[in-house]
């Protein structure tokens, strides 16, 4: 079940941060840390030594300050980007409608990496652009071999075959609660 929560997801996670370049000490800004892709970037982050702060609900802000972010900061807040301290080495921008609004939090010359095909016009010398997953082997080796060693967690949902739709529901609604849903025959 867990090799079924993980390519998507765990591949997109790795090509947004390795295309964004950062390094020990680097601070990154992820929107919608809660989500599934979210989880796992803030994870393969934080193991980098990345200072990673996240947008996500209130609810799920303990849970990825135990996976490592630094901080998290509740997005239901319209006021949410004057509660974090800007000058963000990148984003990645996971939330869609979220781009135009870490824009002006990553410092001159960062980077920002949209999944949700709305990359800002480039401005201040900050590089922007959207990010399609391609399939690669070695990358999802990789993340198996963290899954199986315990560095990297999921939480996948196992539901029978037949609550494909109201999964289906949740997970368009926003109601999935950072889990990859897997259907399983009942």
């Not at 239901?76 to 974090?84: F, I, K, L, M, T």
């Not at 080495?89 to 996971?94: E, F, G, K, Q």
């Not at 939480?155 to 368009?172: C, H, I, N, Q």
């Amino acid at each position: 079940m867990h090799a079924a929560a993980l390519p998507v997801n765990g591949l997109t996670a790795v090509q947004a941060l390795e295309k964004l370049d950062l390094g020990r000490g680097q601070r990154l800004l992820i929107t919608n840390g809660g989500g599934a892709t979210g989880v796992l970037a803030i994870q393969l982050a934080a193991a980098q030594g990345i200072e990673v702060t996240a947008t996500a609900s209130a609810a799920a802000a303990e849970r990825l300050r135990g996976l490592g972010a630094m901080e998290a900061v509740d997005y239901h807040d319209p006021n949410w980007p004057a509660r974090v301290r800007g000058g963000f080495d990148a984003v990645l921008v996971i939330a869609a409608g979220t781009a135009d609004a870490a824009l002006p939090l990553v410092r001159d010359g960062g980077r920002l990496c949209s999944l949700t095909s709305d990359a800002p016009a480039e401005e201040r010398g900050i590089t922007s652009w959207d990010l399609y997953v391609e399939p690669n082997t070695a990358q999802l080796v990789r993340l198996a071999e963290q899954v199986a060693a315990g560095t990297l967690k999921l939480a996948p949902e196992p539901l029978p075959l037949s609550e494909g739709p109201d999964a289906f529901a949740r997970v368009v609604t926003g109601r999935a609660g950072g889990k990859k849903i897997v259907l399983t025959p009942a």
